[in-house]
């Protein structure tokens, strides 16, 4: 994944390809035969209060500070059987899959299709772990991303994690302060064994992560009230991220938040991740070649070419949800404050640039309708839309868009 891009740990700073790659099936291969479907929670949960989040999420419990809020998170990673097409067509152009869409999505004995086991981040309403947070309309477009985490600059952060997958995970929180027990990812960095429990949670058990929001967590001087952070597993970083294993942390400037750590100036929040799935590399893999009748040969270009999702938010060819009323999937008014938070996530093939049908954006300080992405790069771009329609929201890599990079949002008189 070397493609020029750096993760800083711990520090922030101001200011026609080829989709093979190293793969994991001969590996899985091997364990296809015996491949167990273990159920996995991941949890971060987040202690909530029954007032409806403004910004359309669920807000936790927040204990006020002189110094600012504590919100805790309760979040369980769970498997999860996900379809990148539910609508079992192309969305988009409301036609049956063709030639070139049906490389990636059509089921057949060697053939997975749209539907795999994913690991993904789910947000449950206090540290039993029992009852899922309902996702509200306003956050469906996210899709198989994990739940908005939404803090203001002066907050402090608990995330309560436990570990019922099958395997050892973590969170890892970009942009946020914290100490190296809360890092969230193995490697050696001087600490002791005791000292490590954050980087690889063993399956069962429960950890729980600090994190605080100084000022140069938040938005910087040419910034609006609010950026984007991501978090992620970081044990195995590619397998976990691939298995879905990430999600959105949204910082707001001191003073310009809800209480439920929102920016207050903003009518919509909209999150979108581009990213080549690469469903050959994720930790589910094997479980995922176990549902075959066929097993594939792992050295069959076809066969990997279709495990290449091409989505955004986990949803390929239009199949996000778009809504029907203000408020709902990625539906929007005229003349709203929108505040689109944009990711990119992969590798060196994960070169997107997300391009608005209908209506332009300011983004770096400048007017656009194309903006660029590197993996793992966030960007905010904020709209007020002014021309109402249903209008497509896509990568312009032209590779990407044939291969499903596509989605759709409508604005309202």
Excluded at 177 to 190: F, I, L, M, N, V
Excluded at 355 to 382: C, E, F, I, K, Y
Aim: glycine content about 10%; aromatic content about 8%; proline content about 7%.
């Amino acid at each position: 994944m070397d493609d020029g891009t750096v993760d800083r740990h711990g520090h922030s700073r101001t200011g026609e390809h080829s989709r093979t790659g190293e793969r994991r099936w001969p590996a899985v291969l091997a364990l296809a035969g015996s491949a167990v479907v273990a159920l996995a929670v991941i949890v971060v949960t987040t202690q909530l209060v029954s007032a409806a989040d403004p910004a359309g999420g669920s807000a936790p419990a927040a204990a006020s500070t002189g110094e600012g809020r504590t919100r805790t998170y309760y979040i369980a990673a769970d498997h999860v059987t996900w379809d990148y097409a539910p609508a079992g067509r192309d969305a988009a152009s409301d036609q049956p899959w063709d030639e070139t869409s049906g490389v990636f999505t059509v089921a057949g004995p060697d053939r997975i299709g749209t539907r795999y086991l994913k690991s993904l981040y789910r947000q449950y309403t206090d540290d039993t772990f029992t009852t899922l947070v309902p996702r509200p309309a306003a956050w469906e477009h996210l899709g198989f991303l994990g739940p908005v985490v939404h803090v203001e600059v002066g907050d402090t952060l608990d995330v309560v994690f436990r570990n019922n997958l099958d395997r050892p995970v973590s969170v890892h929180m970009h942009g946020l302060q914290y100490d190296k027990g809360s890092e969230g990812a193995p490697y050696q960095d001087g600490t002791t064994d005791e000292q490590r429990g954050d980087d690889a949670v063993p399956p069962g058990a429960t950890y729980t992560y600090h994190y605080t929001v100084p000022d140069r967590a938040g938005p910087g001087p040419m910034d609006g009230s609010s950026i984007m952070w991501m978090y992620h597993s970081h044990t195995d970083e590619v397998g976990d991220v691939y298995s879905g294993l990430m999600g959105p942390v949204i910082v707001t400037r001191k003073g310009m938040a809800r209480p439920d750590g929102s920016p207050a100036d903003v009518d919509r929040e909209l999150v979108s991740v581009f990213s080549v799935e690469d469903e050959n590399q994720s930790s589910d893999a094997a479980a995922n070649l176990a549902s075959l009748a066929q097993p594939p040969d792992p050295d069959d270009g076809d066969f990997v070419e279709s495990n290449l999702m091409h989505d955004v938010n986990g949803y390929v060819y239009g199949n996000g949800p778009l809504g029907g009323a203000p408020g709902e999937g990625t539906t929007v008014q005229v003349g709203q404050h929108v505040r689109w938070y944009l990711m990119s996530m992969g590798n060196e093939v994960d070169l997107h640039t997300p391009h608005w049908h209908g209506n332009t954006v300011v983004a770096n300080g400048m007017r656009t309708d194309v903006v660029s992405l590197l993996p793992a790069q966030m960007l905010t771009a904020d709209m007020t839309p002014d021309d109402p329609g249903v209008w497509l929201f896509h990568c312009h890599v032209a590779d990407h868009l044939t291969a499903g990079m596509v989605t759709r949002y409508q604005v309202l008189p």
